[in-house]
């Protein structure tokens, strides 16, 4: 299975399979809840790669990822940036003036829509970008280097093949919480209701 091609993982479409409940009671149930880990993961590749751009540029990891994104798209929206990474839209909108003021980017209407405010990088953001590419890519190599090649193909398949499943987790959550917790739902809806009214 591990030599297989990951076009040939992701076209292949089994039928869903839905693992037995289970609770969680001990360390090695834990250490096989696959959201945990992968937030462990995440939490301190990101908690070490912000030391070092804060040691080095003075910048973190929100700026990062908006570096990042802009040497792809070369411009870009606070909404694309938070639908793209997950990433809280009011905190885009703050790192983005934090990048302006230091002059990585410039702010600018969007031709399409004038209300739509893009960011455009700057040479200076490009040099930022182009400069802390190298520690983000040694820190990636170090990350999957005890992976085989079609190991990590295979790896990379299987999360983008997660990561397009996240809908239907959200879908499945709120069908549970309509269940399991109706009171709590009514009360979320009357809550929203008042909102509306105020």
Same mark, same amino acid.
């Given at each position: 299975?591990?030599?297989?091609?990951?076009?040939?993982?992701?076209?292949?479409?089994?039928?869903?399979?839905?693992?037995? @409940?289970?609770? !969680?009671?001990?360390?090695?149930?834990?250490? %096989?809840? =696959?959201?945990?880990?992968?937030?462990? /993961? *995440?939490?301190?590749?990101?908690?070490?790669?912000?030391?070092?751009?804060?040691?080095?540029?003075?910048?973190?990891?929100?700026?990062?990822?908006?570096?990042?994104?802009?040497?792809?798209?070369?411009?870009?929206?606070?909404?694309?940036?938070?639908?793209?990474?997950?990433?809280?839209?009011?905190?885009?909108?703050?790192?983005?003036?934090?990048?302006?003021?230091?002059?990585?980017?410039?702010?600018?209407?969007?031709?399409?829509?004038? @209300?739509?405010? !893009?960011?455009?990088?700057?040479?200076?953001? %490009?040099? =930022?970008?182009?400069?802390?590419?190298? /520690? *983000?890519?040694?820190?990636?190599?170090?990350?999957?280097?005890?992976?085989?090649?079609?190991?990590?193909?295979?790896?990379?398949?299987?999360?983008?093949?997660?990561?397009?499943?996240?809908?239907?987790?959200?879908?499945?959550?709120?069908?549970?919480?309509?269940?399991?917790?109706?009171?709590?739902?009514?009360?979320?809806?009357?809550?929203?209701?008042?909102?509306a009214h105020e």
């Amino acid at each position: 299975m591990l030599d297989e091609p990951v076009i040939a993982l992701s076209a292949r479409r089994p039928a869903p399979v839905t693992p037995p @409940r289970r609770e !969680i009671s001990s360390v090695e149930d834990l250490e %096989r809840y =696959l959201p945990a880990f992968l937030n462990w /993961i *995440a939490t301190k590749l990101m908690r070490g790669a912000s030391q070092h751009y804060l040691n080095v540029f003075d910048v973190g990891i929100e700026t990062w990822r908006c570096l990042m994104l802009l040497a792809i798209e070369n411009s870009i929206s606070a909404q694309r940036v938070s639908s793209i990474i997950g990433m809280d839209k009011s905190s885009v909108s703050r790192c983005f003036k934090r990048m302006q003021a230091r002059g990585l980017i410039a702010m600018a209407l969007d031709d399409a829509d004038g @209300r739509l405010r !893009i960011a455009k990088l700057t040479a200076k953001g %490009r040099k =930022l970008h182009d400069q802390m590419i190298g /520690i *983000a890519l040694e820190r990636e190599r170090a990350f999957v280097e005890v992976l085989a090649p079609a190991e990590l193909d295979t790896l990379i398949g299987l999360l983008q093949r997660l990561h397009q499943n996240l809908p239907a987790v959200e879908e499945a959550t709120a069908r549970y919480v309509a269940q399991r917790f109706p009171k709590a739902v009514a009360r979320r809806r009357s809550r929203r209701a008042e909102d509306a009214h105020e």
